[in-house]
């Protein structure tokens, strides 16, 4: 299943690259967003972990030079493709549901289903296999509206961080979502993981 998935997003960010003469003429209105604050290293989520454990090429990398994307529209099209095709892709399945357990695990979606932080590892990996830099690809915690433990992916731009989540289509600054954002990954090395104090102002989202 994961192959179909990567042919298939393969396809869509191509798409996306072909409107980039479309948008080219939207440049001045690209997005801006906040760069989310980020304290001291603090624990590591278990599900982080037990998914080094079986893709260690994902988290044996050592230290790395920290890098932004550079939003462009092409960038920002890339983005909404990966974003909207992943979150259509995937059927939405709890992690007890899915994997039988009430440990968190953490993987890709290789039958095609997933909670969270199936929807978010996903998108990370289409981008980097698109060309995006990891260190700007940030695995990230935080509480939803009704207090419930949710992971998104933070995107880090040198115009702000967006958040892409799977319970919209809509890339949103981070600062926008109305989470309270708990911990995410360091851009150096992402088995380093960051206390996060920012709370988001709750807005409408929609798609």
């Known amino acids: 299943m994961l192959v179909w998935l990567a042919r298939a997003i393969g396809g869509a960010v191509l798409l996306g690259a072909a409107f980039g003469g479309f948008v080219e003429a939207s440049e001045q209105q690209l997005p801006s967003a906040s760069f989310a604050e980020v304290g001291a ?3 590591i989520p278990y599900g982080w972990v037990d998914f080094c454990g079986r893709q260690p090429q994902e988290c044996n990398l050592g ?49 095609g289903k997933g909670d969270c932080k199936i929807y978010a590892l996903f998108k990370r990996k289409q981008l980097i296999d698109a060309g995006f830099p990891r260190q700007s690809l940030l695995m990230t915690i935080v509480r939803d509206q009704d207090g419930e433990g949710h992971a998104i992916l933070t995107v880090r731009t040198d115009r702000g961080d967006f958040v892409l989540d799977n319970l919209t289509n809509t890339i949103l600054p981070w600062d926008q979502t109305g989470y309270r954002f708990i911990k995410r990954q360091a851009q150096d090395d992402p088995n380093v993981w960051l206390a996060m104090t920012g709370a988001a102002a709750t807005i409408a989202r929609g798609d």
């Open 63 to 111: 230290k790395l030079a920290p890098r932004d994307v550079h939003l462009t529209p092409q960038v920002w099209a890339t983005l909404a493709k990966v974003n909207q095709f992943a979150n259509n892709a995937i059927e939405p399945v709890s992690n007890f549901d899915h994997w039988g357990t009430m440990l968190d695990h953490w993987d890709y979606p290789t039958d």
């Open 41 to 43: 290293p603090t624990s």
